[in-house]
């Protein structure tokens, strides 16, 4: 049973940092490419980062570019996503998914694995 639990949400300042994690279990992490998605409230849900299963490869929403960070650890089957200079707008629940393909992947129907998602509130 594959299971993605996202840790590391929360309530921050604006301009303020977390460091979300994605935990992965039940499949083998190097063999997918990971993502980061969010949704806010009415909102649709949409790309955020990914990399690629070797880590050698990332990509952002321009939204984002230059103030977020994905990587990760396959040694400890885990995602990382560094939110920095947050803003107000940056506030949804953030997903992160898996997807056994080579490539960066934006488009959260490649997707075969999600997880429940965690709270990230930003308050200016």
């Known amino acids: 049973q594959v299971q993605l639990a996202e840790s590391g949400g929360g309530l921050v300042q604006a301009g303020g940092s977390l460091r979300l994690s994605c935990a992965a279990s039940g499949l083998t992490f190097d063999n997918y490419a990971m993502g980061w998605f969010r949704q806010a409230p009415g909102k649709e849900r949409v790309f955020v980062a990914a990399i690629t299963w070797s880590g050698g490869q990332t990509g952002y929403a321009d939204s984002v570019k230059g103030r977020f960070t994905i990587s990760r650890d396959n040694a400890k089957n885990t995602v990382y996503l560094q939110l920095n200079s947050l803003k107000p707008e940056d506030s949804a629940v953030y997903y992160c998914?898996?997807?056994?393909?080579?490539?960066?992947?934006?488009?959260?129907?490649?997707?075969?694995?999600w997880g429940q998602g965690t709270q990230v509130t930003v308050s200016s």
């Open positions: 998914a898996a997807a056994q393909t080579l490539g960066i992947v934006t488009f959260t129907g490649r997707y075969d694995y």
